[in-house]
Nanobody
């Protein structure tokens, strides 16, 4: 199981960015996937997640209404579309996966995840 996040960069406040998580060694519809972030000096936190079985999604309060998680099974890739970005969204963003079957909202907890990919830096600044 391998995961690789990409697409991070520098964006101005209020701007948008889409980051991607390419998966290999497994198929997305068999795993729960989460996007997590860690800002400097802070703990890692869940941002959004999507279940493998039916694609149900859940979001952290900080992401609701601004972020959208989606997946492309043909490309075996999960995306995180981030709109209305704020400076406090600045962090290193990671994707993670688990084959465990849990309630779909629980995929947002880091301790549920088994496999982690290398992250991508997102910086929101003018």
């Amino acid at each position: 199981v391998q995961l690789q996040a990409s697409g991070g960069g520098l964006v101005q406040p209020g701007g948008s960015l889409t980051i991607a998580c390419a998966a290999s060694g497994f198929t997305l519809d068999s795993y729960g996937i989460g996007w997590f972030r860690q800002a400097q000096g802070k703990e890692r936190e869940g941002v959004a997640c999507i279940s493998g079985s039916d694609g149900s999604t859940a979001y952290a309060e900080s992401a609701k209404g601004r972020f959208t998680i989606s997946r492309d099974n043909a490309k075996n890739t999960v995306y995180l579309r981030m709109n209305a970005l704020k400076p406090e969204d600045t962090a290193y963003y990671y994707c993670a996966a688990t084959a465990s079957i849990v309630y779909y909202t629980d995929y947002i907890y880091p301790e549920v995840m088994d496999y982690w990919g290398k992250g991508t830096q997102v910086t929101v600044s003018s």
